[in-house]
């Protein structure tokens, strides 16, 4: 299920950023041209997770908290350009993704661990932006939209704007909301149980939920079921986030380039997960219960050095704050070296330091005073550490036939919370 570890989706998020390209097109000879398809990228990635302390199970360490993940993503994004009758260049690209995992701790949604341990995220998206290359401005549009299977939808928005100024340098602006549902589904034994009027108390109408979010009404008559097929809905909650970034990035000198970035994130609505469980002091079970406000800020420094003609030097640091009580750092260095003119190597090192959340406390560690809980580990205090190596292979005739680049990007990642995790993605370039 999406959110059951937000590591699964930050690693690979970092990873298939890292196979961006910027592509510039040169307009000196320009003429009015309708859009065309520029560039096709296909992106491949399998991650694989060794992990305990789930989430679902309230950070418990035995085998009922096993936190194995595995996930296979695909994404394939088609640019389109053309130029008005203005002069402006227009981009326009279309993307889909399709994601399927398996996930250990997801069997236990329900207590005997029989749901569902697998599901499906599909998520398209569609970004047009027009460029003024005389005036140096830039503007731009986008929509996303989510879905795993029948619990969890999303719609994206975001617009952007950008100015260069006359000594190489550009700042830039982009608003995003997100516009999430979230189907209540519960761990089984919190399920709501509807008597029947007038029965005795041992006749009740029984209302399973899935973890694929299918609710079925099953009918007990002096304790045995005797059949039913209505399928009442599973409410939903709601949960908006909002983000403004700015960015500025300089050309300081002919070998070294800089940045700053800066992100203010709004949450509002259902920050938790209805299936996320919390076991009190008491060794009562209950359900993650988190505020419905949360405030970020990151703010992210990047550096690149051009040492020579054959190795780039990139470095980056983040701080991160929000209002639960979380800070964070995060150093990043890569050193691109090309060993030929068509094939390069990429090996780099990411170091991540965070605090606990203000709410969070491992297994039977909460209090029953405890006005807000979580047990799930993305919000306890750890360290982790990412290394490994891009390869990039780009031949001035192409790879073979109309594959121009050829990507490949290798990395692992440990964390001290016991979570190991290996990841592999392929990048493709079609022209």
């Known amino acids: 299920m999406k959110k059951i570890c937000l590591t699964v989706v930050g690693l690979y998020v970092m990873f298939i950023h890292a196979f961006s390209q910027v592509s510039h097109t040169d307009s000196t000879g320009y003429k009015s041209r309708k859009l065309r398809p520029e560039e096709v990228n296909f992106i491949s990635g399998y991650y694989d997770q060794s992990a305990d302390k789930s989430a679902v199970m309230g950070g418990r360490t035995d085998f009922k908290g096993n936190g194995a993940v595995t996930d296979l993503a695909n994404g394939l994004e088609i640019k389109f350009v053309g130029w008005d009758p203005k002069g402006r260049k227009n981009n326009l690209t279309a993307g889909l993704g399709i994601d399927y995992h398996t996930a250990a701790s997801q069997a236990y949604v329900d207590s005997n661990g029989h749901a569902r341990n697998n599901g499906t995220r599909v998520y398209p998206t569609l970004d047009w932006s027009i460029e003024n290359e005389k005036k140096g401005t830039g503007f731009g549009i986008g929509a996303y939209y989510s879905a795993e299977h029948n619990y969890y939808h999303s719609i994206g928005l975001n617009t952007s704007w950008s100015k260069k100024n006359q000594h190489n340098g550009e700042f830039s602006v982009k608003v995003t909301g997100y516009f999430d549902q979230i189907k209540m589904i519960l761990p089984s034994e919190f399920i709501p149980v509807d008597s029947v009027k007038n029965a005795p108390a ?230």
């Open 202 to 431: 041992t006749d009740s109408v029984v209302y399973i939920t899935t973890a694929s979010g299918r609710t079925q009404a099953l009918t007990y008559v002096n304790g045995q079921p005797v059949g039913g097929n209505s399928k009442p809905a599973i409410p939903s909650k709601a949960r908006d986030t909002y983000t403004a970034s700015f960015g500025f990035a300089q050309v300081i000198n002919p070998r070294m380039q800089g940045s700053i970035a800066l992100d203010l994130v709004y949450q509002s609505g259902y920050l938790g997960l209805p299936f996320h469980r919390v076991y009190l002091n008491t060794g009562k079970d209950t359900i993650e219960n988190l505020p419905s406000q949360r405030f970020k800020v990151p703010i992210g420094f990047r550096l690149n050095y051009f040492l020579g003609d054959n190795v780039i030097i990139r470095t980056y640091y983040r701080f991160y704050a929000d209002t639960w009580g979380m800070r964070s750092h995060t150093v990043n260095i890569e050193v691109p070296v090309k060993l030929t003119p068509f094939f390069s190597i990429s090996p780099f090192y990411r170091y991540y330091r965070q605090t606990a959340a203000d709410y969070f406390a491992p297994y039977e560690k909460h209090l029953v005073t405890d006005q807000y809980y979580t047990s799930n580990y993305t919000l306890s205090a750890f360290t982790s550490q990412t290394f490994g190596a891009g390869f990039r292979m780009a031949p001035p005739k192409g790879v073979v036939g109309h594959l121009k680049v050829l990507e490949i990007r290798y990395a692992h990642y440990t964390q001290t919370t016991d979570l190991t995790a290996n990841t592999i993605s392929m990048a493709f370039t079609f022209k």
